[in-house]
């Protein structure tokens, strides 16, 4: 086997492990390893909850499997509805175990609410951002929260945008208005933006735009966690549908009392991060692959999603999805505390090394240019390497011989041929001494 293959080989490999790896950790709630705590973190439209107890058997269900740690729920209908989800739905699964923050009663009843496990998370305050323009629409809440075993504080906000096609404007006035106050955040801060944000495709909502370009100030641009960017909404018939599995609206095909029918065909509810959470050094981590819309297993475009199998819920599951609500939960897992950067050191052919310390790439994501740090504790021999999501080599940045002290490599985005390269996923392959390492990088054109 060739030098060459063998690198993608080992590269392809490794990939394969390490999705195995966090497919099987996902699945359960780690407490505390290392100083580092994953939790869980749901938005959920309700569907117009106004406390009746009909579908309560079918969110405790749903609740109960996910286990999420944080929720975001849109569509609580006043007070009464916030207390009964509380009262009903949360405390009977695990009595004693969840929260809420202080609620605020909007006008347009279909107000938004946020619920957490006090063991994990102690609430701050509550506050609004003006964004509703007229009766019938909401204001974007914000929620300051702690984390309690790392002391981390965070921003999370509520949305809920006006529905229907037609309102594209109205869409864009309401999220350029919250836009500007994310933009007024200080510089890396760590916020989440989770809800039903109704839009449909990104190439004719503004408002995405809005949201989600870099603009003059970046400190306000959201990253959606997937990098799933495109037009989303499945027309009527389709059935190979290239989003179908992120889809998150409409559970139901048939009418029956209340919420949109015409099967899973949009992609309204979102958890969109800050820039600092995506960057592995920071100290909130949005955890690769774990961003699901429950119960979606891409089989159901236009479908009912309980109509025939489902492949990743039960039938019971799919069943409480399409009774509940015709939305489905968004689910994603977050990293707490500082991953340890110090320099250590490691045995090898019977010989102590010093690691070296990485400080990762800043920013990322980045569009073009971003810079990677590190100190190398020892003189050593450095590779480091760009290669694509298929392992295959896009520029090697460094291959030389380098003396101990802190350093630093920049990558503008180009091969090895200096030709830009694509939108995407790029993987930074690194050597060190006796040190070998990799690094995801997210480019935003």
């Known amino acids: 086997m060739s030098v060459n293959k063998r690198i993608i080989f080992y590269f392809i490999m490794l990939l394969v492990l390490n999705n195995i790896i966090i497919s099987q950790e996902s699945r359960f709630r780690s407490s505390s390893q290392d100083g580092l705590y994953q939790e869980k973190i749901m938005t959920y439209n309700v569907l117009d909850y106004d406390g009746e107890n009909d579908r309560d058997p079918y969110f405790k269900e749903i609740i109960y499997q996910i286990e999420p740690d944080l929720i975001v729920c849109q569509e609580i209908n006043g007070v009464e509805g916030f207390n009964s989800f509380f009262d009903s739905v949360l405390n009977v699964i695990h009595p004693g175990v969840w929260d809420y923050a202080d609620f605020i009663d909007q006008s347009a009843n279909n107000d938004i609410a946020l619920y957490y496990k006090s063991e994990h998370f102690s609430y701050v305050n509550t506050s609004e951002i003006y964004t509703a323009q007229t009766t019938g629409t909401r204001n974007v809440v914000e929620w300051v929260m702690v984390h309690n075993a790392t002391s981390i504080q965070f921003r999370i906000y509520g949305v809920h945008f006006k529905a229907n096609p037609g309102y ?164 994603a897992s977050f990293q707490f505390g500082e991953a340890d950067t110090s320099t250590v050191s490691t045995m090898f052919d019977n010989k102590v090394y010093s690691m070296p310390k990485l400080y990762g790439w800043f920013p990322n994501p980045f569009n073009p240019y971003t810079t990677f740090k590190y100190d190398l504790p020892e003189n050593s021999f450095v590779n480091i390497t760009i290669r694509d999501l298929l392992g295959r080599h896009v520029r090697t940045l460094i291959n030389q011989f380098q003396d101990a002290g802190s350093k630093s490599v920049n990558w503008d985005a180009t091969n090895a041929n200096n030709a830009p390269v694509p939108s995407g996923i790029y993987f930074c392959t690194i050597k060190m001494g006796q040190f070998e390492g990799m690094k995801k990088l997210i480019l935003l054109r």
Do not use: K
């Open 168 to 331: 594209e404007e109205r869409r864009m006035i309401e999220m350029t208005i919250m836009r500007n106050y994310l933009n007024d955040l200080p510089e890396q801060s760590n916020f989440i933006v989770a809800g039903d944000f109704n839009i449909y495709n990104a190439s004719t909502e503004p408002g995405f735009d809005v949201i989600t370009s870099p603009g003059s100030d970046t400190d306000g641009q959201l990253f959606d966690p997937l990098n799933r960017i495109g037009d989303w909404h499945a027309n009527v018939g389709e059935t190979d549908c290239e989003y179908a599995d992120i889809h998150t609206q409409s559970t139901r095909v048939l009418d029956f009392g209340d919420g949109a029918t015409g099967g899973m065909d949009d992609r309204f509810d979102w958890i969109f991060v800050s820039a600092a959470i995506l960057q592995e050094t920071n100290d909130i981590n949005y955890v690769d692959e774990t961003y699901v819309s429950f119960g979606n297993d891409g089989n159901h475009c236009n479908q009912a999603i309980n109509d025939g199998e489902n492949s990743v819920v039960s039938q019971s599951i799919a069943n409480a999805l399409h009774a509940a609500s015709d939305h489905l939960p968004v689910v």
